[in-house]
């Protein structure tokens, strides 16, 4: 039986501006975790108990990880009051370690064979088993010389001689070493205790594997690692595939789904029709992609991001919640909201205006606040127009309906995300004129109303409320709404309603189905110019319906506009 013990403390901040803003151990590679592939490969090999060491910011990373349920493995957590280093904080661990423990770093990417590592650790019977890899150029980790008998014989800073391996910073332990290390003071088990185990003739066997390394020490190892993990999985579909960085992973699982050979795409996304992508290519999930824009090859984009009209990402990383502006140029960049980083160099570069590279929610807000008072200065502006006709249907439906001429209709809106976290559909009421009694049969005035829809005239007062836009997609009964299953359905969710779109300016008909169809299609290519010139068309679509309504039912009119006689 072994456990595992993941180094999580993020005393190190190794990978500036990026850690920064977010502890080592959750920096995104292709949009997860860098940790999150440390448990993967964990629970692979059947390792099902981890212990994390956490120290400096522990609370985003619990609340990324939780239980490990999501892995099928169980997490729990080790708390340490100081920064020990990853052998203080196994000693601190010692009274929950009491099988064969695999340490291991979780900001760093060690494609070991967990399973062959500990075969040799078990067939040695060895205390300690350092993990070693063949040394990396510039690479800034300790080293180690492997004796003739395969055992490490000395630690040393600088690789020289061919018997020098590098520390990974993974190794196997049996707990009875654990009470060689001083409880409650500083440890590093590559510089502090190896030296003293073979000082003290205490053998520390050497495992060394060929698989991926990456100890993610500086931003153009980090670059590397997203390149690797993606293009392994663009190899993996085709063997023959040269392109790319010639590491590769065994495991290199992306969330999204494939759309097409090295296309890979999360959930919600909605990408315009003219958008030109190259494989390798990962979008995550509720991503929003402009028109004419241009993606890829070797390109991440993290969960939640906008790419505005006509910008242009090659080969760069770009972190979840980023809002990249329109015609903006990004080739070979690591880009979160606000900052434009070059992997190479290291140089940063802080973008102030948000509507070059900022954050989504921030320029959304902006945006939203700004289309919201758009939208409610033009019905304001409207209902001052159109004010006497609003004035007399309004007293024709109070004449029908007995006093009482507005009528709230359920509807659906668009999808939002409730404080917990889930998500829904909103729900909102739609004012109307009263045209109708319960059963279906018209009131006074109301087929007239209906007929040259001016019973929509009150949905002037729900945009001026919030609850509807002038210009969106079309507002759902709960019924029709429950009748979208299919996920390009979904899509329309992603817009808000409005009192026009495509749907009244372009569809035929009411039929569900060709409103969806538009729906769907408006969703994927909206933009400001486009609902202006819907709004421009939507009194000639009014004219074309109004027409045929009246051809329908012009024979019922005079009956409808008589009164009834007394009772």
């Not at 997490?75 to 291991?104: F, Q």
């Amino acid at each position: 039986m072994t456990i595992a013990f993941i180094i999580a403390t993020a005393e190190e901040r190794r990978l500036a501006p990026l850690t920064d803003v977010a502890p080592d151990v959750l920096l995104p590679i292709v949009d997860r975790p860098v940790m999150a592939t440390t448990i993967e490969i964990l629970a692979r090999a059947g390792i099902k108990r981890i212990l994390i060491a956490l120290h400096e910011q522990s609370a985003p990373i619990t609340a990324v990880f939780g239980s490990g349920r999501r892995w099928g493995v169980d997490i729990e957590y080790v708390s340490l009051n100081e920064a020990w280093a990853d052998g203080g904080a196994l000693r601190w661990a010692a009274p929950l370690i009491h099988e064969t423990c695999l340490v291991i770093p979780g900001n760093a990417i060690i494609d070991v064979a967990i399973e062959a590592a500990l075969d040799h650790h078990q067939r040695q019977g060895a205390l300690l088993t350092a993990i070693t890899h063949q040394p990396h150029p510039h690479q800034a980790t300790p080293y180690a010389v492997v004796a003739a008998d395969g055992q490490i014989g000395a630690v040393l800073e600088t690789p020289t001689g061919a018997d020098v391996v590098a520390l990974t910073g993974a190794y196997i332990v049996e707990p009875a070493l654990i009470e060689h290390i001083p409880l409650r003071s500083r440890c590093v088990i590559a510089t502090d205790l190896l030296p003293r185990l073979i000082a003290g003739q205490t053998p520390v066997q050497n495992f060394t594997f060929s698989g991926y390394w990456n100890p993610l020490t500086t931003l153009t190892d980090y670059y590397a690692a997203q390149q690797v993990f993606l293009y392994s999985a663009y190899r993996a579909l085709d063997p023959n595939l040269t392109d790319g960085p010639a590491d590769t992973v065994r495991y290199p699982s992306l969330s999204g789904r494939k759309i097409a050979p090295g296309i890979w795409v999360g959930r919600n996304d909605s990408i315009h029709p003219s958008v030109r992508i190259a494989p390798p290519l990962y979008i995550g999930d509720n991503c929003w992609i402009g028109r004419e824009a241009e993606l890829g090859p070797g390109t991440v984009i993290g969960s939640g991001c906008m790419v505005d009209d006509e910008a242009t990402v090659t080969a760069s990383i770009v972190w979840s919640d980023t809002y990249v502006g329109q015609l903006v140029n990004l080739n070979q960049r690591i880009v979160y909201p606000g900052m434009i980083v070059d992997p190479d160099t290291g140089e940063q570069t802080a973008i102030v205006d948000a509507f070059l590279i900022g954050r989504v929610s921030a320029v959304t807000a902006s945006v939203g606040r700004f289309a919201s008072f758009l939208n409610r200065l033009a019905a304001l502006l409207l209902l001052i127009l159109l004010s006497p006709l609003f004035l007399l249907t309004g007293i024709l439906a109070a004449l029908g309906s007995g006093g009482r001429p507005l009528v709230g209709v359920a509807r659906i809106g668009e999808r939002i995300i409730l404080p917990d976290g889930h998500m829904t559909l909103r729900p909102f009421t739609l004012w109307r004129w009263h045209t109708r009694h319960a059963d279906g049969r018209y009131r006074w005035f109301g087929r007239w109303l209906e007929t040259y829809e001016l019973h929509r005239l009150p949905e002037l007062l729900s945009v001026l409320r919030g609850d509807l836009q002038l210009v969106g997609v079309k507002p759902l009964t709960p019924n029709e709404a429950a009748l979208l299953n299919e996920e390009w359905q979904q899509r329309r969710h992603d817009v808000p309603p409005g009192v026009t779109g495509l749907w009244y300016v372009q569809a035929s008909s009411d039929d569900l189905d060709t409103v969806i169809i538009a729906d769907v299609y408006y969703s994927a290519t909206r933009s400001w110019r486009r609902d202006l010139d819907l709004l421009v068309r939507t009194p000639v679509a009014w004219l074309r319906r109004v027409t045929k309504a009246h051809q329908t039912v012009r024979s019922s009119l005079t009956p409808d506009l008589t009164l009834p006689p007394n009772r």
